[in-house]
């Protein structure tokens, strides 16, 4: 798994999410990057630690589609081809055209960013400057794409 940012609350949550809903299903959750990070670059230095420390990876599991083309053309110049070598599966559902389509997960981005004003409109309203804490969890939608290899 290609580690996101640690010090981000929402990339070890979604780090642990992951985790568990692997574990749900019987599988171990595997190697996972000691760096951490989410653009193209750091998809390219995880796929090399990944391949260096467990060349036996048949899944990697990005923090954000950047990460997860990262990972993809350094696959490449390994010699791994995506899907039949490795899987890859990315994080934000941002759409690239191009002969592979990759597997991810929509974010809303949009009700975020709404809802993110919404709270700083409420504390400046607010006459101490605070409003109370907020966690919200929005639902994703999985992108089908082809960069994911059908299990046995």
Request: aromatic share 6%; proline share 6%.
């Amino acid at each position: 798994m290609a580690s996101a940012a640690a010090v981000a609350s929402t990339g070890r949550a979604r780090m642990n999410g992951i985790c568990d809903a692997l574990r749900e299903a019987g599988v171990e959750p595997g190697y996972v990057t000691r760096n951490h990070g989410y653009g193209y670059r750091f998809g390219q230095e995880a796929a090399r630690e990944i391949q260096q420390h467990a060349p036996e990876t048949t899944c990697i599991i990005a923090p954000n589609d950047m990460a997860a083309w990262g990972c993809i053309d350094t696959l490449r110049t390994l010699g791994r081809r995506t899907p039949d070598d490795i899987s890859v599966l990315g994080g934000d559902g941002i759409p690239v055209p191009g002969e592979l389509e990759l597997a991810s997960f929509y974010t809303p981005a949009y009700e975020m960013g709404r809802l993110g004003a919404e709270l700083l409109l409420n504390m400046a309203e607010s006459k101490s400057g605070r409003t109370a804490a907020m966690r919200t969890v929005l639902p994703v939608r999985v992108i089908e794409g082809n960069t994911l290899r059908q299990c046995p």
